[in-house]
């Protein structure tokens, strides 16, 4: 079992950028589909963004394309989320996940992963 802990999250402004981070204990990291998913209040937990093992291809949600990028440092064994442009609307649990064995293509949903953190919390004031 991958642990998975998630850290960076606190509250910010509105407009303004916040970096997480998801650091795994396994040394297999760099094998692993990796994705980011938030949880609202009362809402669905939603899909964010989505990395391959090797970071040569990302997917990112409609609601934070183009103010949102993704990325990992396998050699750190380490997953990061960084967000601009920060909105009421972004605030949620962010959790980090991990996809340990392959997929045709990028996962998605929160049913294609099989490992989670515990997620952390961001908090975008106006």
């Known amino acids: 079992q991958v642990q998975l802990v ?17 650091a ?10 990796m994705g980011w998913f938030r949880q609202a209040p009362g809402k669905e937990r939603e899909f964010v963004a989505a990395i391959t093992w090797n970071g040569g291809t990302t997917v990112y ?3 934070v394309k183009g103010r949102t990028t993704i990325s990992r440092d396998n050699a750190k064994n380490t997953l990061y989320l960084q967000m601009y442009s920060l909105k009421p609307e972004d605030t ?14 990028v996962p998605t949903t929160t049913a294609a992963y099989n490992s989670w953190g515990q997620g952390t919390q961001v908090t975008v004031s106006s």
């Open 6 to 22: 998630e850290s960076g999250g606190g509250l910010v402004q509105v407009g303004g950028s916040l970096r997480l981070s998801c």
């Open 24 to 33: 795994a204990s396994e040394r297999t990291f760099s094998s692993y589909y």
């Open 61 to 63: 949600a409609d609601s």
């Open 92 to 105: 949620a649990v962010y959790y980090c996940a991990a996809r340990t064995y392959r997929t045709l293509v």
